[in-house]
């Protein structure tokens, strides 16, 4: 008799996020020395994944338009921590708190739109936005009772609020 294959629930490895953390933060402790700017780098584990902040600065150079300083900084974070740990990082990086403010953002607009989606009938597409933007918004209209995916291609990727 066969048995039946159990899926195993992947617990995260918290001593390894907390190292992903030590190096995205040193890293950044340099890039900030570098272009000699002031900030303090918190960081924490959050689920699956290491979050490291800059905070105690003023975000709008490493923020840029519309987040893409700021995505461009994770990427390269992400490649340090590779670098020294040879596993791929899902490290989430904020500065100045932009990503919990987009995120704030984020949600409204996905609540909102889910609700114009269940009065109308008819799918909305929204406009393109990062993998992060994404998530946030599929995770609010899953929360308002409805679906969505992602369609086209990177970067001009975008959510289409779909009607029940």
């Not at 984020?106 to 393109?128: F, I, M, W």
């Amino acid at each position: 008799m066969a048995t039946p294959e159990v899926a195993e629930r992947v617990v995260p490895d918290v001593a390894a996020l907390e190292q992903e953390g030590e190096i995205a933060a040193d890293y950044l402790e340099g890039l900030l020395d570098i272009a000699d700017l002031d900030g303090d780098i918190d960081m924490d584990v959050e689920g699956d994944r290491a979050m490291v902040s800059v905070v105690g600065i003023e975000g709008g150079d490493l923020v840029g338009p519309h987040g893409e300083v700021l995505e461009a900084l994770q990427e390269l974070t992400r490649l340090a921590v590779h670098r020294q740990t040879g596993e791929r990082s899902r490290l989430m990086l904020d500065v100045a708190g932009y990503r919990e403010r987009r995120r704030a953002e984020l949600t409204k607009l996905g609540t909102e739109v889910a609700e114009e989606v269940r009065r109308s009938g008819e799918p909305k597409p929204l406009q393109p936005m990062t993998p992060f933007e994404r998530k946030v918004v599929h995770d609010a209209v899953a929360a308002a009772g409805l679906q969505s995916e992602s369609e086209g291609e990177e970067p001009e990727r975008y959510v289409v609020v779909l009607p029940v």
